[in-house]
Nanobody
């Protein structure tokens, strides 16, 4: 059973930056894609950014395009989310999610026109952006 552990959250002022990390206990090379989802106050969980592990293709929600960058380090089995120009509306709990071999229930996340279904999710890391 693969575990996903997020880190890097914190409190910053608007305009600041944070880098989130998602460390997988197994090989992320076996994943189809991995990404970040978030739950902001008063909203349902939403897809933020995803990356296809084999070809590196990335997809972003319109609300974060140009500000967030998702990347992977297969040697470290880690996926990152670099968040720049943070806004108060980015405040929320950020979760790492993955489509990995195996069963388990799946949750779908829409990013742009694509739907990503994930069967693994971490415990989350809190991001708070103050104005």
């Amino acid at each position: 059973q693969v575990q996903l552990v997020e880190s890097g959250g914190g409190s910053v002022q608007a305009g600041g930056s944070l880098r989130l990390s998602c460390a997988a206990s197994g090989y992320i090379s076996s994943a189809n894609y991995m990404g970040w989802i978030r739950q902001t106050p008063g909203k349902e969980r939403e897809g933020v950014a995803f990356i296809y592990i084999k070809n590196g293709y990335t997809y972003y929600a319109d609300s974060v395009k140009g500000r967030f960058t998702i990347s992977q380090d297969n040697g470290k089995n880690t996926v990152y989310l670099q968040m720049n120009s943070l806004k108060p509306e980015d405040t929320g709990m950020y979760y790492c999610a993955a489509d990995l071999p195996g069963g388990g229930s799946r949750t779908a996340y829409v990013v742009g026109i694509r739907v990503f279904t994930c069967n693994y999710r971490g415990q989350g890391t809190q991001v708070t952006v103050s104005s």
